[in-house]
Nanobody
Framework: QVLLVESGGGLVQAGGSLRLSCSAS????????MGWFRQAPGKEREFVAG????????DYAASVKGRFTISRDNAKKTAYLQMNSLKPEDTAVYYC????????????????????WGQGTQVTVSS
């Protein structure tokens, strides 16, 4: 069983920055692919970024590439999402998720590949 807890959300003006954190307990954190997803009101959940420590691969949605950076500290069992140059369209609830299939190659963008999810943290970007 893996428990994920996000933090760091809040209200920020357009052009500002936020760093989200996802603290994990239980499981073999360093072996998991960690992903960030978001869901805006009235929209479907979408992939934002993912990182696999084992294969050293990172993937970003086109809408955030160059502005967001995913990272992790395996010793602290924590994943991060650094968000810069925020735009109003980045407003959403952000979720971290863990893909515990250690035999999977690559970073998956579909939420169904992730076994554990955090409760979400609200990010609101004002114009």
């Amino acid at each position: 069983q893996v428990l994920l807890v996000e933090s760091g959300g809040g209200l920020v003006q357009a052009g500002g920055s936020l760093r989200l954190s996802c603290s994990a307990s239980g499981g073999a954190f360093s072996a998991y692919t960690m992903g960030w997803f978001r869901q805006a009101p009235g929209k479907e959940r979408e992939f934002v970024a993912g990182h696999s420590w084992i294969i050293g691969r990172t993937d970003y949605a086109a809408s955030v590439k160059g502005r967001f950076t995913i990272s992790r500290d395996n010793a602290k069992k924590t994943a991060y999402l650094q968000m810069n140059s925020l735009k109003p369209e980045d407003t959403a609830v952000y979720y971290c998720a863990a893909d515990t299939d250690t035999g999977r190659v690559g970073v998956r963008r579909d939420g169904g590949s992730y076994d554990y999810w955090g409760q979400g943290t609200q990010v609101t970007v004002s114009s």
